[in-house]
């Protein structure tokens, strides 16, 4: 079977973007053919990179290679990526999983940069022109959600990966329909929650519930307990006592 190169991207959520992801897919495969070439999303919409890679590793797929199409690159960001996948590799136990690389972010690559928004500035046309006013509309509906799920985003909860945590948030949530779902939910992210030595960590209201130490296995357990049946997770919970903790 093929290598994959595996894009990753930061959102789909609609028809039109993910066909677009699909367009560039088959452009770059038909550049590189002795590669087969598929996405991911980092935040909103489906396959995340976990579901993507579990998707591969099923197909016996021997080599995965991971270019980032986010940009600017946070520094950061590359860590995460390899977090995360350590993360999906631990959890896969004895199950086999591909030989994967993530490739470096394209920052010196200005001169290519330039050119493609360039190309992208003479493009436009009359068509792209926008001067009218818009209606803005006089109203709008409060949903009806009992919970909200904070994702800290504090020194150390980003230090420990919490963007890809929240990237999870947002696809499962939107995957599972949550917000409209059940007793509905809604997710953001926050500064510092406080217990920084849990991190990565999230909160829970309106019990309060904080969870520490969480990876994507964790988050996809507190979204079927404590969302889905208003059953919180002890075994990742640690109580509001005013007392030092530490990671379980």
Known sequence: MKPVILLLAKAAMAAKPREEMQG???????????????????????PSLRAKLTELADD????????SLIFPMEPAFPGWIRKSVHRWIEQRGDAFFPRIRIAHPPIGETDRLSDMIEAL??????SDIVQERIKVPKGTVVPDQKYRLLVCMG??????????IYGHVRSEQDRLKLRDSGA??????????????LAPVVQVWPEGTIYGGVDEADIDLILESHIGKGEPVDI???????KKQTLK
């Open 24 to 46: 560039l897919c088959d452009t770059v495969a038909k550049r590189n053919p002795d590669y087969a070439v598929t996405y991911a999303l980092q935040e909103l919409g489906t």
């Open 60 to 67: 016996r797929v021997e080599e995965v290679i991971i270019v």
């Open 121 to 126: 500035t003479f493009a436009a046309d009359e």
């Open 155 to 164: 020194g150390a909860c980003n230090d420990a990966g919490a963007s890809l």
């Open 184 to 197: 509905g939910m809604m997710s953001c992210k926050t500064n510092c929650l406080g217990p920084c030595s």
């Open 236 to 242: 990742l919970s640690y109580p509001s006592n005013g």
